[in-house]
């Protein structure tokens, strides 16, 4: 089985997001489509990848490592090109305070480069705590809020639909992935929502 350059988008897609469902939405299929697309992956390689048993899941170490060659970039350019794990890719590229934000698609990430002394001083810096998204439902990515389909003080269960979100002329489902009694709504209808805007919070 030869791998396939989707694998590794969702993959890297699962990182960003850690969470099956939200990174599913992110990649335009549903959830056990995704699901099987990150298995099929694992098996190619013969790695675990993703650590499924915690909450939001991680990646494993083998999941952390992928094969970087052929890299095509000088500093000050806007785009970076390379292949990975055999695939060829490019990402966009601009610069930050400390290093670069790169994004692929609907995947941010940024990335520090430092100097030795201040990787040793950001090592000594206390950790942030993780903000508890566990009874937040975000939006996966920008885009328009097209329906709302919850309220104030209703109870949603596992996988009902909470809104619909529009964005790049496709609508994404997102559904609820716990029972909950809606605390607050924090879009309606109409709204435009940047990515992980709060659409509704959970009691």
């Not at 694998?7 to 969470?19: F, G, I, K, M, P």
């Not at 309220?151 to 909950?180: F, L, P, S, W």
């Not at 924090?186 to 659409?199: C, F, I, M, R, Y």
Request: hydrophobic share 45%; net charge positive.
């Amino acid at each position: 089985m030869n791998i396939e350059t989707k694998w590794l988008e969702d993959l890297v897609a699962l990182a960003a997001t850690r969470s099956f469902s939200q990174a599913a939405e992110r990649r335009f299929v549903t959830q056990p489509a995704f699901s099987r697309r990150i298995r099929s992956l694992e098996n190619c390689l013969g790695l675990t990848l993703v650590n499924r048993a915690k909450t939001p899941v991680e990646l494993t170490e083998a999941g952390r490592i992928l094969t970087l060659t052929e890299m095509d970039w000088r500093p000050g350019a806007a785009v970076f090109s390379a292949m990975l794990e055999g695939r060829r890719f490019t990402v966009q590229v601009r610069a930050a305070a400390d290093g670069f934000v790169i994004r692929h698609r609907a995947v941010e990430c940024r990335v520090r480069v430092l100097t030795p002394v201040s990787a040793v001083l950001y090592k000594r810096l206390p950790p942030k705590k993780v903000a508890d998204t566990a009874k937040l439902v975000l939006s996966p990515m920008p885009g328009l809020v097209v329906t709302l389909d919850v309220t104030v003080g209703q109870e949603v269960k596992t996988g009902e639909t909470v809104a619909i979100i529009e964005a790049m002329k496709m609508q994404n489902i997102i559904r609820a992935e716990r029972d909950g009694v809606v605390k607050a709504v924090g879009a309606k209808q109409g709204d435009s929502v940047a990515a992980d805007e709060v659409l509704v919070e959970f009691a």
